[in-house]
Every structure is written in C-alpha cells, then in structure tokens.
C-alpha cells in the first residue's frame, strides 16, 4: 500500500485481556516504531527496528509490552494483562532509512482498556 | 522537563494572517527537526523536515532552526480554516523521534 496500515483501528479491551496491534509499514522501509500517543500529549517512543532487529525497546511502560517484526516488514505490538493505564493511541510509523529520516506515521490503533 | 516544549495554545489566528509557532529543546545532540500537523483523531501527518541553521520554505509554510538558540519555529502564511489543526514539533539525535505536547491552532474566518 502506499502508507502506513495499522490494525484494528479501535480496540476496547476488558482489563486483564491480551491484545495484539498490528502494524503493516511502506514496502520497502527500513525501520519501524511504535509510539504511543495519551489525548492531549505529543506521541512517545515505545520502540524501533530496523528490519528485523529490534534496537530500542526503552520506552515500553512494562514487561507486559512486547513487539516484535520477524520478518521485517509487519509488526505487532502485543499488550499482556491489559489495564486501565494502556488506554491511548498506539501509533507505528516507518521510514526509509535508519536515523535522521524522515517517519511516517499510520492512522493509530486507538485502544480502550474497560 | 520535557525534552521539547512548544508554546501551548490554542492559538487563534484570522483567516489569510500568519500564524506562527515556537518550539524549543534541550538535547543538544539533535540533529533533525520535524512539524507535524495533527487533525483532531487523525495520526501525525508531516508538513516539514529541517536539518540545517536558517530557513526552510514549502509553499506557505516556512521552518526556521536556530541550533544556537535550541529554538525551531513554524510560519504559516495566509493561514487557512484548513490548517486548524494541532502542530507537534519533533527532534531526532539519530533515529528516536521526541514530540513536544503540540500547539493547537484555530484559523477563524
């Protein structure tokens, strides 16, 4: 596709549910992120890969956070025992190259933690 | 502190004025400076990318980078009911992208 698609593009989840967020970037990308976005906040680093290789996975909240991109193309950010606090805009973004180029972002997975 | 910070807002600007916008950082290792306009319940879409001290133009947008000064800033000129949006503000030291918290924009007619 010509952008960035991520899936579902809303999620309500009861606590304590597993949930998985899918990601699909632009043909050809190098790397790949995760933000995460709470209403009113500027988007917040989760984690990077380039190509397959996770390289940064400092901003996950918690061990309950784990994203992986095996092949590196798609990738999933899965949520373990979700909770009240996860509740936000998961957006991935990719870009050509690695470092100092230019990210573009999918459409965000909103999700709801009930 | 945040790593960036811009200018909280909202800003309310006539149709056809300049709007303008500030942002500043502290990690001086930076090297890569980003806009990114946000429509109420869409993603990030960017609008500019500037790398180097002085001034950028595209179309009725301008950037401006002082790394001296850890100051970047955004011009929109003949601004446009179109362009209500939220402007988020972004800088990169390798490939991490660090957000301020956005400046909400109104172009009223």
């Known amino acids: 596709g010509a952008g960035v698609s991520q899936s579902p593009r809303y999620k309500v989840a009861k606590r304590g549910q597993d949930v998985a967020l899918r990601c699909d970037p632009i043909?050809?990308?190098?790397?790949l992120f995760w933000y995460q976005q709470a209403l009113g906040q500027g988007p917040e680093f989760l984690t990077y890969?380039?190509?397959?290789?996770?390289?940064?996975k400092s901003g996950l909240p918690s061990d309950r956070f784990f994203a992986e991109r095996p092949e590196g193309s798609v990738s999933t950010l899965k949520i373990q025992r979700t909770q009240q606090e996860d509740s936000a805009v998961y957006l991935c973004?990719?870009?050509?190259?690695?470092?100092?180029?230019?990210?573009?972002f999918g459409q965000g997975t909103r999700l709801t933690v009930v | 502190q945040k790593e960036v910070e811009q200018n909280s807002g909202p800003l309310s600007v006539p149709e056809g004025a300049i709007a303008s916008l500030n942002c500043t950082y502290s990690?001086?290792?930076?090297?890569?400076f980003f806009w990114y306009r946000q429509y109420s319940g869409k993603s990030p879409e960017l609008i500019m990318s500037?790398?180097?001290?002085g001034d950028k133009e595209d179309g009725r947008f301008t950037a401006q980078l002082n790394k001296a000064s850890q100051y970047v800033s955004l011009l929109i000129r003949d601004s446009q009911p179109s362009d209500s949006a939220t402007y988020l503000c972004?800088?990169?030291?390798?490939?991490?992208?660090?957000f301020g918290a956005g400046t909400t924009v109104t172009v009223r007619a």
């Open positions: 973004a990719s870009s050509a190259t690695g470092g100092y180029t230019e990210a573009f």
């Open positions: 500037i790398y180097s001290n």
């Open positions: 890969f380039q190509n397959e290789a996770q390289l940064d």
């Open positions: 990690d001086r290792g930076s090297q890569s």
């Open positions: 043909s050809g990308h190098v790397s």
């Open positions: 972004a800088a990169s030291n390798d490939y991490k992208l660090s």
